[in-house]
């Protein structure tokens, strides 16, 4: 039987989740809008919030049938039901479906990638919260359009990357997402015209800031428990390096120290290398 890879992104937005929650007492997934707000743990449901309601002023006025792609835990899809909307969420992990199915029990939820999703009657909205990104770019508005009704719309909130990454230096890896040009390019092929669109990429640099912080905790915390076992257990500690060693290759050791001890994940970068877009496209 062929080894099965990990499933890393899966694990990462189950851990994110269970965090957040932990920190926000909600089970929100998504960058928060940092304007005029200090950037700390305890400011971010306030942050998020704000987020949300920035992204439903794009919502049409009246309720709307809604696919919520990659809906997180369903914490969005809760907040479309209580305003009218009817909701169907498309989440490819198994917690995260099970969580939505918990938030918003109310909406019709897809166990699946969007790519396999078929539907069964068109909807008014298809909204990308922070899961454009995890599309094929050949796959995320052209199916969508066959999907809409005739007046349909869809909402892109989401990171894409500024041709500066291409020529970034390793330590400052930032955010992610479709190349913006490439996007352009796809979206000018498309009967769609966007009728908002706005950059709020410094509004939410500061998520990043405090997601790299998070992590230095976590670095102190294991350097600190390194430099003891270095100086009271040095076999133990030899014998634990050995099988790191031997279990995480030398490239992701060096990619876990940045992420862990340095502090490349900066506002500033993300500003540099990602522009992160609210979007309300018209079929046209």
């Given at each position: 039987?062929?080894k099965q890879k990990?499933?890393t992104?899966a694990?990462?937005?189950?851990?994110?989740?269970?965090?957040t929650?932990w920190v926000?007492?909600a089970?929100n997934?998504h960058?928060?809008?940092?304007?005029d707000l200090?950037?700390?743990?305890g400011?971010?449901r306030?942050a998020?919030?704000r987020?949300t309601?920035?992204l439903?002023?794009?919502?049409p006025t009246t309720?709307?049938?809604?696919?919520?792609i990659?809906g997180?835990a369903?914490e969005t899809?809760?907040?479309?039901?209580?305003l009218?909307?009817e909701?169907?969420?498309?989440?490819p992990?198994?917690?995260l479906?099970e969580?939505?199915?918990?938030?918003?029990?109310?909406?019709r939820?897809?166990?699946m990638m969007?790519?396999d999703?078929?539907?069964?009657?068109?909807?008014?909205?298809?909204l990308?919260?922070?899961?454009f990104?995890?599309i094929p770019l050949?796959?995320g508005?052209?199916?969508?359009l066959?999907?809409?009704?005739?007046?349909?719309?869809i909402?892109v909130?989401?990171?894409?990357?500024?041709p500066a990454?291409?020529?970034?230096?390793k330590?400052?890896?930032v955010?992610?997402g479709h190349r913006e040009t490439?996007?352009?390019?796809?979206?000018?092929?498309?009967p769609l015209?966007i009728t908002?669109?706005?950059d709020?990429?410094k509004?939410?640099?500061g998520?990043v800031?405090?997601?790299?912080a998070?992590?230095?905790?976590?670095?102190y915390?294991?350097g600190r428990?390194?430099?003891?076992?270095?100086?009271k257990?040095?076999?133990?500690r030899w014998?634990?390096?050995?099988?790191?060693?031997?279990?995480?290759?030398?490239?992701?050791?060096v990619?876990l120290?940045?992420r862990?001890n340095?502090?490349?994940?900066?506002a500033?970068n993300?500003c540099?290398?990602?522009?992160y877009?609210?979007?309300r496209l018209d079929r046209?």
């Amino acid at each position: 039987m062929a080894k099965q890879k990990l499933n890393t992104q899966a694990i990462g937005l189950d851990i994110g989740l269970a965090f957040t929650k932990w920190v926000t007492g909600a089970e929100n997934l998504h960058y928060g809008l940092w304007t005029d707000l200090e950037v700390t743990a305890g400011n971010l449901r306030t942050a998020q919030d704000r987020y949300t309601e920035k992204l439903f002023e794009l919502l049409p006025t009246t309720p709307c049938r809604i696919l919520d792609i990659g809906g997180g835990a369903g914490e969005t899809a809760a907040k479309l039901l209580a305003l009218g909307h009817e909701v169907e969420i498309v989440v490819p992990s198994d917690f995260l479906a099970e969580r939505c199915r918990t938030n918003a029990p109310k909406a019709r939820v897809h166990q699946m990638m969007f790519e396999d999703f078929e539907h069964s009657k068109p909807f008014d909205l298809c909204l990308f919260s922070e899961s454009f990104q995890y599309i094929p770019l050949k796959d995320g508005l052209p199916k969508c359009l066959t999907m809409l009704t005739p007046k349909g719309q869809i909402i892109v909130s989401d990171c894409f990357r500024t041709p500066a990454y291409k020529i970034q230096p390793k330590a400052a890896t930032v955010g992610g997402g479709h190349r913006e040009t490439l996007f352009r390019d796809l979206l000018a092929e498309q009967p769609l015209r966007i009728t908002s669109e706005e950059d709020i990429t410094k509004a939410v640099a500061g998520s990043v800031e405090l997601e790299q912080a998070l992590f230095n905790v976590f670095g102190y915390g294991i350097g600190r428990i390194d430099d003891e076992l270095s100086a009271k257990r040095p076999k133990l500690r030899w014998t634990l390096n050995k099988v790191i060693r031997a279990l995480i290759s030398e490239r992701k050791r060096v990619k876990l120290d940045q992420r862990l001890n340095q502090q490349t994940r900066s506002a500033e970068n993300f500003c540099m290398y990602n522009r992160y877009l609210m979007i309300r496209l018209d079929r046209v």
